[in-house]
Nanobody, 124 residues
Framework: QLQLVESGGGLVQPGGSLRLSCVVS????????IGWFRQAPGKEREGVSC????????KYADSVQGRFTISRDNAKDTVYLQMNRLKPEDTADYYC?????????????????WGQGILVTVSE
């Protein structure tokens, strides 16, 4: 069974940076396209970024384009989300998710396996 575990969240000041990690176990990471999603209190889940199964074909939400970068290290079965120039509106629970599709999407229903989520708080 595929498992995904996020780490790296926490409290950061506006303008700061965080790097989230998503470690995949149970099957090799290179079998999956990976997406990052977030959900703020009282808001719907939002697709943030994703990476194709082969790596290198990435997508970003307009709200994070130019500030966030997704990457993967298949040897470590880990996907990263580097988040720079963070804003208070980036505060949310962040989730990584996996799909066996070749290409990724920012649509959550395309993903079958999810991590438990991790909180990112951007505040003074």
């Amino acid at each position: 069974q595929l498992q995904l575990v996020e780490s790296g969240g926490g409290l950061v000041q506006p303008g700061g940076s965080l790097r989230l990690s998503c470690v995949v176990s149970g099957f090799p990471l290179d079998h999956y396209a990976i997406g990052w999603f977030r959900q703020a209190p009282g808001k719907e889940r939002e697709g943030v970024s994703c990476d194709s199964r082969g790596g290198g074909n990435t997508k970003y939400a307009d709200s994070v384009q130019g500030r966030f970068t997704i990457s993967r290290d298949n040897a470590k079965d880990t996907v990263y989300l580097q988040m720079n120039r963070l804003k208070p509106e980036d505060t949310a629970d962040y989730y990584c998710a996996a799909t066996r599709g070749l290409y990724c999407s920012l649509y959550g229903d395309d993903y079958y396996d999810w991590g438990q989520g991790i909180l990112v708080t951007v505040s003074e």
